[in-house]
């Protein structure tokens, strides 16, 4: 055989190095005729490689139909070799389908482009779709050196993970990838890679800005994620005040309305009105957004609150506590939330905990009897048990806590404008406080008073039940003045007024006479002035004493004159006898007649009115 012969022989030998063999023509055909792609094209919904060899295999993913050789894919995907397919004419147009490949028919292509030898740039876009899709097609080291799983990986761990911009960036695409970037560990290395960057910056104080790069940068993830991340970055040492910035950024963003100041409004004297602005109020709530993933949103948050007490302002959990009943969420979550509020409920204002009755709990029945009520007192009622339990437990009890006071009075004079609250409600959160609670009643006075105004109607055994609740001596001056010129408060009420009254003034007095004497000269001036004012007080004091027993004498008569009064069954007697209770107290009073008829009990409380500028 001559040197030329040989040199074809060898020159045959390379061109078949590597081939597989076709078996429906039983040709060999050289993996590189068919690896040397000119170009890719796309045609509505398929896709076509050419080459010098025509396809043999159709491979569908969702709705697009690639057109690629059997052999290329096979060298270098396990998946395709256990398929054992076969070139064939399928009715289907297609020969294999691929489903929920993991990516979808974008990155099957890059796929393709890989295993045609097309150059794919790596990225944080795609690296993590590309990955769970060679893992879907089994590309491992069995069938090529360096096959795709290796370089994906490579590009993950020294390249992804090693920056928090490109971290957050393969978190975000993960996202469609479920199941595949979770059982691959994309994710959990993702989230790893974040916290444990986070923990490293020198975060100075308990607050951070509102700006910091990194609480708007995990406002974008999704909530599965999110919640990984702060439960990693509690467990580095965090503190739980900037765990709670971030959660109440996190809120501010996915939850529509947590802003919004719900409670607020007039209320209407109207029954049909009232319904109305009931129904309304249910309407607004409910379009927020209620549907399961600002459900979801919730209850993940609430799950990751830190503990400690100064994590989250009261007013934060106030609304997301509004939130959760508007979209029904657990409710061991919501009693959880409840108990965390009245740890802190001495930092609520009365806008914060006026939590409307109007809640998906409600099944959207519409408030058809007058018991119904704007705001849901039963809610405060518990945040005040949870409030006085923690005290115990902390030991920290105070007589008479000044702001949770006040916000409960507060809190009565909004409720008091509902024309359906009962006195029985009213009563009961006006006594959830302790006898010794308040140290000043004038807010609880003007809430009685606010509803002695709305609720005209009450009878006269109505008026002395509710300004029982209320201790006179407590009053301020300025409240006990409005008290004693107030034609809405029973007479009684009044007298306790008058008679709380007169003993300051009396311990008033008292207090100036024990106050030693002062041998300074520039003094003699002072002590002259104040044994003028003694004087004049115990002479206002005597007056008033005067006056007083002739109230409390016209009182009993007027008393005894109504006893009387009641026994008689005639008319005429009736008449008679009002008309010498007129004579005797120039007013009219009718235990048993409604309240609105009261009105001209105004001019019979000049006296009283003359008596009190006495004092």
């Known amino acids: 055989m001559n040197t030329e012969s040989l040199t074809r022989m060898s020159d045959t030998e390379s061109n078949w190095e590597g081939a597989e063999q076709v078996h429906d023509k039983r040709i060999v055909i050289p993996n590189k005729l068919i690896t040397e792609a000119d170009c890719i094209n796309n045609k509505n919904d398929a896709w076509f490689i050419t080459t010098k060899i025509p396809t043999d295999l159709r491979i569908q993913v969702q709705e697009i139909t690639f057109n690629v050789h059997k052999n290329t894919l096979i060298s270098k995907c396990g998946y395709i070799v256990r398929m054992e ?26 796929v393709l482009k890989y295993c045609y030898g097309f150059p794919v740039d790596l990225n944080s876009g795609n690296v993590a779709p590309l990955r769970c899709a060679s893992e879907f097609l089994e590309m491992t080291e069995e069938y090529e050196d360096g096959n795709l799983i290796s370089k994906t990986e490579s590009f993950l761990t020294f390249a992804v993970l090693l920056s928090w911009k490109e971290s957050l960036a393969v978190l975000k695409t993960c996202q469609r990838l479920s199941p595949w970037a979770e059982n691959l560990q994309i994710v959990r290395r993702c989230c790893d890679s974040i916290a444990r960057k986070l923990s490293r910056e020198n975060i100075v104080g308990d607050t951070v ?40 950024q996190y809120a501010r963003k996915w939850l529509p309305g947590i802003e919004m100041e719900t409670g607020l409004g007039e209320y ?86 006026l939590i409307p009755s109007c809640t998906s709990y409600d099944q959207g029945n519409l408030p058809n009897s007058q018991e119904r009520t704007m705001h849901d007192i039963e809610v405060v009622q518990r945040l005040l048990e949870y409030y006085s339990l923690f005290e115990q437990q902390q030991q920290q009890h105070r007589i008479g806590n000044s702001n949770v006071c006040k916000l409960i009075d507060n809190y009565l004079a909004e409720l008091a404008s509902d024309p359906n609250l009962s ?19 004038d807010g609880l006075y003007r809430a009685i008073d606010t509803y002695i105004k709305t609720h005209p109607l009450l009878f006269e055994h109505d008026w002395r039940k509710l300004c029982k609740i209320m201790n006179c001596e407590k009053l301020s001056l300025d409240a006990c003045v409005h008290a004693a010129q107030n034609d809405r408060l029973p007479l009684r009420t009044i007298v306790q007024v008058l008679f709380s009254e007169q003993v300051k003034m009396r311990s008033a007095m008292k207090e100036k006479e024990k106050a030693p004497n ?46 009387k009064l009641n026994k008689q069954k005639n008319v005429t007697g009736w008449g008679l006898g009002w008309k010498k209770i007129k004579n005797s107290f120039h007013t009219r009073v009718d235990g048993d007649e409604p309240a609105h008829r009261r009105s001209s009990q105004t001019s019979s409380r000049m006296s009283l009115r003359q008596r009190l500028s006495l004092t």
Request: proline letters at 2%.
């Open 85 to 110: 397919l076969q070139s064939s004419i399928s009715t289907q147009g297609y020969d294999l389908k691929l489903e929920n490949f993991p990516g979808g028919s974008e990155t099957f292509e890059m």
């Open 209 to 248: 800005s509102e700006d910091a790069w990194w609480l708007n940068d995990l406002t974008t993830l999704r909530i599965d994620y999110y919640t990984r991340i702060i439960t990693a970055i509690r467990t580095k040492g965090i503190k739980p005040e900037i765990v709670g910035q971030s959660i109440e």
């Open 268 to 353: 209407t004297q109207d029954k049909s009105d009232m319904q109305a602005s009931t129904s309304s109020c249910r309407k607004d709530e409910l379009g927020i957004g209620y549907n399961k993933e600002h459900k979801s949103i919730i209850e993940s948050l609430l799950s990751i609150l830190p503990p400690q007490r100064e994590a989250v302002s009261c007013k934060f959990l106030l609304q997301m506590l509004k939130m959760a009943r508007v979209h029904s969420t657990s409710a061991a979550l919501v009693s959880e939330l409840e108990k965390r509020i009245g740890m802190v409920l001495e930092d609520a204002n009365v806008i914060d905990i």
């Open 423 to 441: 006195i029985t409600k009213f009563q009961t959160l006006a006594n959830s406080l302790s006898e010794n609670a308040r140290h000043c009643h």
């Open 518 to 563: 002062s041998d300074n000269s520039d003094q003699d001036g002072n002590h002259l002035s104040m044994d003028r004012e003694i004087k004049n007080l115990k002479a206002e004091l005597e007056s008033v004493k005067a006056q007083m027993a002739e109230l409390q004498s016209d009182y009993s008569e007027l008393q005894q004159e109504y006893e």
